[in-house]
Nanobody
Framework: VQLQASGGGVVQAGGSLRLSCAASGRTFSRYHMGWFRQTPGSEREFVAAIDGRGGSTYYSGSMKGRFAISRDNAKNTVYLQMNNLEPEDTAVYFC?????????????????WGQGTLVTVSS
């Protein structure tokens, strides 16, 4: 599976962005998808995840209520809608895919990664 993330940019605090992650391959719905983010000098941080059918979603506590993950299996794409952005949300955001099983929350459990897209939130 190859993943291509897009949609990052510069936004003012309180604004919104929607990230997209397009996947190659015919078996996209097999994979559980996640979003992570990373700032320089820090470990990759879990943001959100969604199961293969899109019926179950999981969020980091600090982002729940502001971020929403969704997927369109017909388009082989997963989205991250980010609202009420804060300067602390500034990071490179990565999408990732994993086969079913194991935790959603650890980056080590994901099998495929996109290249990352930079989100900058100005105060």
């Amino acid at each position: 599976v190859q993943l291509q993330a897009s949609g990052g940019g510069v936004v003012q605090a309180g604004g919104s962005l929607r990230l997209s992650c397009a996947a190659s391959g015919r078996t996209f719905s097999r994979y559980h998808m996640g979003w992570f983010r990373q700032t320089p000098g820090s470990e990759r941080e879990f943001v959100a995840a969604i199961d293969g059918r899109g019926g179950s979603t999981y969020y980091s506590g600090s982002m729940k209520g502001r971020f929403a993950i969704s997927r369109d299996n017909a388009k082989n794409t997963v989205y991250l809608q980010m609202n009420n952005l804060e300067p602390e949300d500034t990071a490179v955001y990565f999408c990732a895919a994993k086969v079913p099983g194991g935790t959603y929350f650890s980056p080590n459990r994901y099998d495929y990664w996109g290249q990352g897209t930079l989100v900058t939130v100005s105060s």
